[in-house]
């Protein structure tokens, strides 16, 4: 009886934990109140070694946008209209008056990123992809920050490498090291890292665009209140 008691505490405690470690919902007002359709995604400011994080993340992030209901520019006519114009590096493209970006592209917001982590690692018994980015919304008529979260995947997440002892652990770390960076395993991190970080369907993501049959209503750390 003692145990069940004891088993049913912790069970209380984990849940307990569970909630004060959950993030806290975000507040959506300023964004409702711009209620943005267009959003114009800049191209993001890499703060890693690895010269293809941007163009994967790019790459990634027009999806979760668009099935959460909104209405993203060509990534490629966005990335060329800077270009034509002198802006090659993301930083002095970040820099640019918002104004001024409205001016030129007519949106309604502009989602500005962050790469952080990108790339594979190796740590004696383990080996890790991961990419983390950060993302800012900012509304293009008022430049009012609407919305900001970060958010982080890894291939470590769906690793087990438990069953083989230390020389199975670091066989199985240093085939994956390998395998991870030969094909580039930070495209397929890098879309999960924006799935969770943009879907409307997340925790803290975006709002539902006019375009989403959801619009309207809720987000679900909203609901989760």
Known sequence: MNQVKLLLSLFAVTLVSGCVN????????????????????LPPINNTPEVVAPYSVMSQVIAPIAESGFYVFPVAVVDQTFKSNGLTIANDVHGVPVNKLREIFGADAALYLTIDDYGTSYAIISSETRVTVSATLVDLHSGTVLWQKSATASSAETQNNSGGGLIGALVVAAISQIVETVTDRGFDIAALTTSRLLSAETHNGLLYGPRSPKYGQPAPSEKAK
């Open 22 to 41: 959950m993030p806290a919902g975000h507040d959506y007002s300023a964004f409702r109140s711009a209620d943005p359709h267009s959003i114009l995604v």
